[in-house]
């Protein structure tokens, strides 16, 4: 269904015009180029990914990178796009096999790694709407994979390299950084571990420079932050995500009208309040991470973290959900109370997704294959953590 879904698609060309960029504009133009509203605001790391993707893309049509040819939709750039998520998303394929392999049980980490590779989020998101989400899970899922083996420095490393693909993977970090610190970079009795500080530290700065060092040279940072944070947008969204953001939108309509009839004026620093929830609002978890840097207390924190990203981030995509849905898979069967905390969220998630997809066809698809991957998961691993 993915090969040929063709006939069903919605096709944003964000990522056309990405490639038009890296592939038709130096470097030193990437991030102030505006012939079109698809600006590009990823972190270098995927705009050289572009770049890598340009070049086979301008062999096979070289309309694909022709900036000036915004509105262009062909076959050419369907197959193609779609081609490379297939690809890009065997980097999640090989996360999960490992999973597997080195999981205590086995058949129901089966059950968890398949779901996730065949995710209803991951077939709308991805091999509908042409992204790359897949690709960059599959590089959470082995940072987080090197965690449960242990290797705390490769599990760094990676999220590192991560946060340089996309930026709202740095919701994340607080648990990465306590986990870290507490159980790599400190020893249990609370003494630092200069020689595995000093590793984790310079291999994090050198991603970060390999990363922003032409833009640093150019004198582009600010500019390049401008795109990667553009607070300018506003609070929400054009798709809302269904968080505390809007219900509290809901309320400032009612509000501002009462403020009109009474003539009074009202301004908030609404950036900061949000950055104030989501801290608070994970803390808690993070304390008890500090206090009990196990793996498991590492996945639950990761799971928190992106679930108050979720409900108080600024300008949250619809897609943030997978923050949550993807870590907590991996707990699914742990505890009952994960189990149902995972049912939920998982129904309550890729419900969410659904108005991304708004053609009859294309709701059609959806809904039957969100009902069907649901059926083939619940069924097995209900019995699993049941039994």
Known sequence: MQLDASSCYCFPPIHRNWLAITHSLPISQWYYDTSSQWTLDYPPFFAYFEKILSIPASVIDPKIVDLNNLNYDSWSIILFQ???????????????LKFIRGAVDQPTQR??????????????????????????????????????????????????VLLNFKHIYMYLAPAYFIYLLRSFCLSPSGQIEIKNFLALANAVIAIFIASLAPFALMGQIHQLMSRLFPFTRGLNHAYWAPNAWALITAADRVLLKYAKSTGQNFHINMAAVAYFYN???????????????????????????????????????????LLILVPLSLLAAERHAYFRTFVIATVAGVFSLFPLLFTPAESVIEVIYSIVWFALLYIPLSKRVYE
């Not at 779609?82 to 999960?96: D, H, S």
């Not at 840097?293 to 600024?314: D, M, V």
């Open 82 to 96: 779609r081609t490379t998520v297939i690809i890009t998303e065997l980097v999640l394929g090989a996360a999960l």
């Open 111 to 160: 059950i968890i790694s398949a779901s996730l590779f065949l995710h209803p989020g991951f077939l709308i998101i991805d091999h509908i709407h042409f992204q790359y989400n897949g690709f960059m899970f599959g590089i959470l899922l082995w940072s987080i994979l090197m965690a449960r083996n242990g290797n705390k420095l490769a599990s760094g490393i990676l999220f590192a």
């Open 279 to 321: 801290n608070d609002s994970s803390a808690i978890v993070l304390i008890k991470l500090w206090f009990h840097p196990t793996y498991k207390s590492f996945l639950t924190a990761l799971t928190l973290c992106g679930y108050s990203s979720y409900l108080f981030g600024w300008h949250v995509h619809e897609k943030a959900v």
